[in-house]
């Protein structure tokens, strides 16, 4: 079983930063790619940016230009700088660890304010 656990959640000014962490622990024989997924309130939950075991990054276009993903394979952790924060930014945001298999944490907050 792997255990993924989120932090650096919190509420902050629109035009600031963030930078949420992720990391997961347990039974892992290999994560292939690490993302960053988000849902706000009412609406689908949506793929922000992944990263592969290679080092491929993948961003949605809301996102590109500001938010930067990277990873540590060794310690199974994977980071999401958030720059230039918007409003419409805010979110429960989830870190998906994939390995065979989907491995989700339970999420953490971001609250942009205007």
């Known amino acids: 079983q792997v255990q993924v656990v989120e932090s650096g959640g919190g509420l902050v000014q629109a035009g600031g930063s963030l930078r949420l962490s992720c990391a997961a622990s347990?039974?892992?024989?290999?994560?292939?790619?690490m993302g960053w997924y988000r849902q706000a309130p009412g609406k689908q939950r949506e793929w922000v940016a992944d990263?592969?075991?290679?080092?491929?990054?993948n961003y949605a276009d809301s996102v590109k230009g500001r938010f930067i993903i990277y990873g540590d394979n060794a310690k199974n952790t994977v980071y999401l700088q958030m720059n230039s924060l918007k409003p419409e930014d805010t979110a429960v945001y989830y870190c998906?660890?994939?390995?065979?298999?989907?491995?989700w944490g339970q999420g953490t907050q971001v609250t942009v304010s205007t």
């Open positions: 998906n660890m994939m390995t065979m298999k989907d491995n």
């Open positions: 347990g039974s892992i024989f290999r994560i292939n790619a």
């Open positions: 990263i592969t075991n290679s080092g491929h990054k």
